[in-house]
């Protein structure tokens, strides 16, 4: 190989050579940027009226809600559902929801004199989360009938707080509140019925779209 085709050989392999360092710099750069965020889901829990009362109030931000029946396991359901949202979410590290529930129970315990937000900030802490998830469900009242043929709607209320861990600042806030109704009963409730698919919901159906409707102001995990 002449000198002249050296050179030129050599300008090409230095040239892939850098052209893949930055190619390699870059992706390293937007791996970066695809900041992980550790999130634990402290377990969901039933709120139920004020004694004398239909009105439930936040454990967190005291928000009255018109509360009422919650069938078995309703909370459960939705927490579950809530978490299945969330990893969909890009950059969420969700944690064992076994090794939360754990936690919580325990500090809760061990701290009863401190306050509701308190206690879950100190879980966060334990788990190293960066965000910690609660949720609160007032009503979730099943459906009596069939998808076309319903005697008594399925009705569902919640609130769900994503709450920074550093400081106990809440990033995020969802609140739902819906009990389904025909389209003839409700001209307002027109999208959400055919979101449906035009047909009467079982309640952990209208809590998924609940869950649905109000991540929709979601937009980050950033104050």
Not at 204 to 209: I, N, S, T
Request: net charge neutral; hydrophobic share 40%; charged share 25%.
């Amino acid at each position: 190989m002449t000198d002249k085709k050296w050179t030129r050989y050599a300008a090409v392999v230095l040239g892939c050579l850098l052209l893949a360092a930055w190619a390699s710099g870059t992706l390293h750069a937007a791996d970066e940027q695809k900041v992980s965020h550790r999130v634990a889901v402290i377990p969901f829990q039933v709120v139920p009226p004020d004694e004398g009362t239909s009105t439930a109030f936040c454990p967190v931000c005291g928000n009255a809600v018109s509360a009422g029946e919650v069938a078995e396991g309703g909370q459960t359901a939705l927490e579950e559902i809530f978490s299945d949202k969330l990893r969909e979410l890009a950059g969420v590290d969700l944690l064992p929801s076994e090794k939360t529930a754990g936690a919580y129970q325990r500090i809760s315990v061990d701290s009863l004199k401190q306050g509701y937000l308190q206690i879950i900030r100190k879980v966060g802490k334990e788990l190293k989360a960066d965000v910690v998830a609660t949720g609160f469900v007032y009503r979730y009242r099943e459906r009596v009938g069939y998808d076309y043929s319903a005697k008594r709607p399925a009705s569902v209320a919640f609130e769900i707080h994503l709450i920074s861990v550093s400081d106990g600042k809440t990033i995020w806030r969802g609140v739902y509140d819906r009990t389904q109704k025909s389209l003839m009963e409700d001209i307002f409730q027109a999208s959400s019925f055919f979101k449906g698919g035009a047909r009467w919901l079982t309640a952990r159906q209208l809590a998924k779209l609940g869950v649905d409707e109000t991540f929709q102001n979601f937009s980050g995990f950033e104050p």
